[in-house]
């Protein structure tokens, strides 16, 4: 018996020490895998879930989607089970998928079927209003329930103060967030190691987000209130998701003033600005990435532990979405049944399938990453502001009062063209922004009338607060300007005038047939409804100097924009998406039958010119009513100092003087 005994006990300290063998390892394993953290990481999706055509050393190529992105991001997680993935922002708005935004969720579901950890808000969530972005978050939650797989991102959002917010509408996000689980911070345990992950929208994302009606907090006071209560959690790392963005321009470099500001956060992934960073910014102990938008590139970076209990980075790369990566055929599967969706229930009632060809392009267009960024004509922009003259042409037939000036800012412009065929998926991602009051997805063009002295000043806003506010640059049809860059901001422009309606002409103008602009008489303008509800930003930023007043053809004051919505014969809104599609049909056919886009939107007509003279005379003539009190202003202050330098000379000289008298 004792023998027996003698047996099971030794059988029993075998199994123990076989256990403590076997535990070692896998301790060993994940002590070796903690040293180690993956950080994925996406920003300014915008709804690009297909894979898209790119330009790729002159030619036409694949690129994106999330089929690629749900691959590279299953072999890290594969490699390195402590594998965070996190999005900072505007994953939607900007492909016909955001047309079931609020009653899909499909952005938000898909992130979580890619096993996106956390994301937070970007200003484009808010395009179709408080009733849309709390929409979407019930239809995402809805889908989470009926699918017990899908497991959807933690949200967070740490700068938005409900005391201050509480208006009606901001009461139905409030509700909307609260019902999905989100958080101001969240704490994600992976392989022994904490990550407190909290979000942040930026001051200029709140300014481009005129529908959101929420008054953001300033991110620097925000974090450090977040970073102070996720030292109490006990976390191992602090990221930031921060759509606020990074630039060139230190004093308006968000992201790197809140490293400075806050300098325990160990990551930021900086959002809204659609910076591609091929090398991250490192400011102190903080690491700001960032990987360019429309999911081109999966962000990656790998951390370890560094001294105090910090984080050192280890490697930093930036995973290409091309056609070398293999699309996920679950994750296309899942995409294929929403674009059947999007064709019955939003492309059907404009009498388009998503994959339809409208026109064949052999120009090469400014592509996106570019457009704006140089003060100049483009092409892209004047085909797109013909297309709301032609627009409203069709819409207002036999009654069309004709449009003296048609503009689309930059900042609205979401894509460009590739050569070859055009269909209207790629004609709805150039204008895709927005929603109407008639809850339908498409920013409205409208109608307004301003002054032909209000004319000049729109030009003058593109030439002097467009260098600064690049989504502010315009890009016209029925009006050309002139402009010299090298003088005084606010008074750059040098020439301005009408062009007629030239919509359809094989070769225009351009500057040799100006009609002069009357500076009281009233003009017809036509633009978008979410560049006229930015008017203010422009106001606010030329410190109300440049200031624009949309009038009726009453001349009466506008109060309400979408008073002024265009409309076609049958009453619905004008789409911005819309106009531009069918002027792209509108165009004569090639021998294939399709519509060829004109050559003449190959190269610049003259409706911006660029006079770079450095020449004092044409730096100084014709001063505006601003430059001539800063003139006056410089002047006076040259001829106080001369007044000052004459007193003091001569009371020097007089002192002088007494001195060599008393010595005598």
């Known amino acids: 018996m004792n023998f027996r005994k003698r047996i099971r006990s030794a059988v029993l300290m075998v199994i123990m020490l076989c256990s403590l063998s076997v535990g070692s390892v896998v301790a060993g394993e994940t002590s070796e ?8 990481f996406t920003h300014d999706i915008h709804s690009r879930l297909d894979e898209y055509k790119v330009e790729d050393a002159g030619e036409t190529a694949l690129a994106g989607g999330f089929a690629r992105l749900k691959t590279k991001m299953d072999e890290r997680r594969a490699e390195n089970p402590a594998t965070f993935v996190f999005d900072a922002g505007d994953f939607s708005m900007g492909t016909l998928y955001q047309t079931i935004y609020e009653t899909q969720a499909v952005e938000l579901t898909m992130l979580g079927r890619l096993g996106v950890d956390a994301a937070t808000f970007g200003n484009h969530e808010f395009d179709y209003r408080a009733e849309g972005v709390s929409n979407m978050f019930r239809s995402a939650k809805q889908n989470a329930e009926e699918d017990e797989s899908l497991s959807l991102p933690r949200f967070v959002i740490a700068n938005i103060d409900w ?8 009461q139905l996000i409030q509700n909307a967030l609260a019902d999905y689980g989100s958080s101001e911070y969240t704490v994600i345990e992976r392989e022994g190691v904490r990550i407190g992950v909290y979000g942040v929208v930026g001051e200029d994302a709140e300014i481009c987000a005129p529908e959101s009606g929420i008054d953001f907090d300033d991110i620097v006071e925000a974090s450090k209130k977040v970073v102070s209560e996720l030292k109490k959690e006990d976390v191992d790392m602090i990221v930031c998701l921060s759509h606020s963005g990074t630039s060139e321009d230190e004093e308006a470099s968000e992201d790197e003033i809140l490293a400075k500001e806050v300098p325990e956060i160990d990551v930021i992934i900086s959002g809204h600005t659609h910076t591609t960073l091929e090398e991250p910014i490192i400011q102190g102990n903080t690491v700001i990435a960032s990987a360019g938008s429309y999911g081109r590139n999966l962000g990656e970076l790998e951390l370890v532990p560094a001294e105090k209990g910090r984080w050192k980075l280890a490697k930093y790369r930036l995973n290409p979405m091309d056609e070398s990566v293999e699309q996920d055929e679950e994750t296309e599967k899942y995409l294929s049944e929403y674009r059947s969706v999007i064709n019955e229930e939003y492309l059907s009632h404009f009498g388009y399938t998503m994959e339809q060809v409208l026109a064949e392009n052999e120009i090469a267009f400014t592509q996106i990453d570019d457009f704006g960024e140089e003060l100049r004509e ?23 009062v004709p449009v003296d000036l048609a503009v689309v800012a930059s900042g609205v412009v979401r894509d460009s063209f590739q050569k070859g065929e055009i269909t209207v998926s790629d004609t709805f991602n150039v204008s895709a922004l927005g929603i109407g009051p008639d809850r339908i997805t498409g920013y409205p063009l409208v109608s307004v009338y301003l002054t032909g002295k209000e004319l000049k000043t729109v030009a003058e ?3 002097s607060i467009s260098p600064i506010m690049t989504y502010a640059q315009v890009y016209p049809s029925g009006m050309s300007w002139s402009f010299n860059p090298n003088r005084l901001i606010l008074n750059r422009v040098t020439k301005a005038g009408m062009t007629g309606d030239t919509v359809g002409e ?16 009233l003009y017809r303008v036509v633009s978008g409804l979410y560049c006229a509800q930015m008017l203010g930003a422009v106001e606010d930023k030329s410190k109300g100097i440049l200031k624009l007043t949309p009038k009726n053809a009453e001349g009466e004051v506008i109060t309400d924009y979408e008073d002024y919505i265009i409309r076609d014969k049958k009453g619905a809104e004008l789409k911005e998406w819309y106009a531009l599609a069918g002027y792209l049909e509108s165009f004569a056919k090639n021998e294939k039958g399709v519509s060829q886009i004109p050559v003449r939107y190959s190269e610049a007509e003259g409706r911006k010119v660029v006079q770079d003279s450095a020449n004092l005379v044409e730096v100084l003539r014709n001063p505006n009513k601003f430059a001539l009190i800063v003139y006056g202003i410089i002047l006076f202050l040259i001829a106080l100092f001369i007044v000052l330098f004459i007193f003091v000379t001569r009371k020097f000289r007089r002192r002088k003087s007494e001195k060599i008298q008393d010595k005598r």
């Open 506 to 521: 094989e070769n225009a103008f351009i500057q040799d047939n100006l009609t002069e602009i009357e500076d009281d008489k």
């Open 163 to 170: 005391e201050k917010n509480h208006s009606e509408d901001n």
């Open 461 to 463: 806003i593109d030439v």
């Open 378 to 400: 483009d092409t892209l922009g004047s085909l797109i502001a013909d297309s709301y003259v032609y627009a409203v042409k069709q819409a207002e037939g036999e009654s069309y």
């Open 33 to 40: 895998k903690q040293n180690k953290v993956t950080i994925l």
